[in-house]
């Protein structure tokens, strides 16, 4: 299982960022797939899910409404879609993968896209 994050970067208050997940090394229908982030000196926060197989998705209250979460079954991505961004959500952002037939098991980690919204 490899999961690969990019699309972080420097970004201004209100402003918007995409991060993308590349998948690979396992079916990538018919599962779980969650964003989760880390701000410094914090423990990991869990962001969003999605489940690749419906399309079903969840995400924590302080992203409601800013934040979507979506995928590509084409390509195998899952992509994390960040509007009106706060300096709160700075973070290094993960993607995450459970192990088979659990939600929030988190198994697998990508390396991570660090996220900065500063002015």
């Known amino acids: 299982v490899q999961l690969v994050e990019s699309g972080g970067g420097l970004v201004q208050p209100g402003g918007s960022l995409r991060l993308s997940c590349a998948t690979s090394?396992?079916?990538?229908?018919?599962?779980?797939i969650h964003w989760v982030r880390q701000a410094p000196g914090k423990g990991l926060d869990w962001v969003s899910s999605?489940?690749?197989?419906?399309?079903?998705?969840d995400s924590a209250d302080s992203v409601k409404g800013r934040f979507t979460i979506y995928r590509d079954n084409t390509k195998n991505m899952v992509y994390l879609q960040m509007d009106s961004l706060k300096s709160e959500d700075t973070a290094l952002y993960y993607c995450?993968?459970?192990?088979?037939?659990?939600?929030?098991?988190?198994?697998?980690w990508g390396q991570g896209t660090q996220v900065t919204v500063s002015s």
């Open positions: 995450a993968k459970p192990t088979p037939y659990s939600k929030y098991d988190f198994a697998y």
């Open positions: 999605i489940y690749t197989g419906d399309g079903e998705t």
């Open positions: 090394g396992f079916t990538f229908s018919m599962n779980w």
